[in-house]
């Protein structure tokens, strides 16, 4: 299968950044969308970042013009720029990618990495 690693969470002031990655391994034919979700304690995991394999993107309307998603497709890797930081934004960073792995035949899969804290502080 496909697993994902993601990392560059933590503790940062209002106003400031922070970088996430997220990246890919296993027997990988094709990743066809790489996306970040978030979810804050007792709120259901939402969106905040998409990007697929021909560059379409789309943010949350809550991060738009503050976060910027990339891939790097050579790597198997994607990026979160996060500037202009909120507390709001304090949450569990997932990251999820969807496409088709290899074994002895071109199977789909859609993996979860276990999340990185984001904490924003006032």
């Known amino acids: 299968q496909v697993q994902l690693v993601e990392s560059g969470g933590g503790l940062v002031q209002a106003g400031g950044s922070l970088r996430l990655s997220c990246a890919a391994s296993?027997?990988?034919?094709?990743?066809?969308?790489m996306g970040w979700y978030r979810q804050a304690p007792g709120k259901q995991r939402d969106l905040v970042a998409r990007?697929?394999?021909?560059?379409?993107?789309e943010y949350a309307d809550s991060v738009k013009g503050r976060f910027t998603i990339s891939r790097d497709n050579a790597k198997n890797t994607m990026y979160l720029q996060m500037n202009s930081l909120k507390p709001e934004d304090t949450a569990v960073y997932y990251c999820?990618?969807?496409?088709?792995?290899?074994?002895?035949?071109?199977?789909?899969?859609?993996?979860w990495g276990q999340g990185t804290q984001v904490t924003v502080s006032s």
């Open positions: 999820n990618a969807q496409g088709h792995y290899i074994t002895n035949i071109v199977r789909p899969f859609d993996s």
């Open positions: 296993g027997s990988i034919f094709r990743i066809d969308a």
């Open positions: 990007i697929t394999s021909g560059n379409s993107i």
